[in-house]
């Protein structure tokens, strides 16, 4: 059975105390979370340490990074690699965010390589997918996210592909209050899994985890989370509130 997930993204918000609380603040709520379910926190990378320790006693909960550069090592200063990811003990690497492809630049090409290494280290790339408004408004939003699988994803053999966990997020709907309605999500979903099921086969299709990301919150969650290909969600705003955030990892088990 496929994994189903929530897992956060912090961005560029909160100081390491404030992070601390709210993951204490999550952990008070005493989640009981089954064996396919995970929560996964991905924080800025100075916390990541402090995160995992946090963690350690949890074992439905993983840390993630948040992006990692697309080369191996060397003089790239102020980059952070998958090596030292996992040396930290780091599970998941968020990469194509985005806000990493229209704020850095960051081409399909690029996180193809990412993608690459991250896996290369053991991690599992959390790999963003989606389509801005105007895609949107002319229909093209299932060729826009095909060709972004395409160029990144699929050179990847079977037995690496399988480890990665997508996340459809549409832009239109990062930050903005804007929620695809579950229809649209399912729809996307189905034709990603489809999109996965030609390339991969059926059985490979069906274990991959495609999470919704976009203004989800507990007031949409459990809608989005009951879609038959929605397995769970990325939460930018919600997940710095300890309160939503339960409430939306809680909407994963109902
Ligand atoms: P949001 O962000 O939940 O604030 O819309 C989601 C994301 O960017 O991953």
Redesign the pocket.
């Known amino acids: 059975m496929r994994k189903k997930i929530v897992a956060a993204?912090w961005k560029m918000n909160l100081t390491l105390q404030e992070g601390e609380t709210l993951i204490n603040d999550i952990l008070a709520a005493g989640l009981r979370l089954k064996d396919e379910k995970r929560v996964v926190i991905a924080t800025p990378f100075p916390y990541l340490v402090k995160a995992k320790s946090l963690l350690k006693n949890y074992p439905h909960f993983y840390i993630g990074a948040q992006n990692c550069h697309q080369q191996k090592s060397g003089a790239f200063t102020g980059e952070v690699s998958a090596q030292m990811l996992q040396s930290i003990g780091v599970e998941y690497v968020i990469i194509g965010?985005s806000?990493r492809r229209e704020y850095f630049g960051e081409t399909n090409e690029m996180l193809a390589q990412k993608t690459n290494l991250a896996l290369g280290q053991g991690l599992i790339p959390i790999f963003c997918c989606g389509e801005p408004l105007d895609v949107r408004r002319q229909e093209r939003q299932n060729e826009y996210v095909e060709v972004q699988l395409k160029e990144s994803l699929f050179h990847l053999p079977a037995e690496q592909f399988q480890k990665v966990v997508i996340a459809y997020?549409p832009i239109w709907?990062?930050?903005t209050g804007l929620t695809a309605s579950s229809a649209q999500a399912q729809e996307m979903h189905a034709h990603i899994r489809s999109l996965l099921a030609q390339q991969y086969g059926e059985d490979i299709a069906t274990g991959i985890s495609i999470l919704y990301?976009?203004?989800?919150k507990p007031s949409n969650a459990a809608e989005l989370f009951a879609c038959p290909d929605v397995d769970g969600g990325?939460?930018?705003?919600?997940s710095l509130v300890a309160q939503d955030f339960v409430a939306i990892v809680q909407a994963l088990q109902a």
Request: with cysteine.
């Open positions: 993204n965010h806000e997020e709907a990062i930050g990301g976009g203004s989800c990325l939460i930018g705003g919600a």
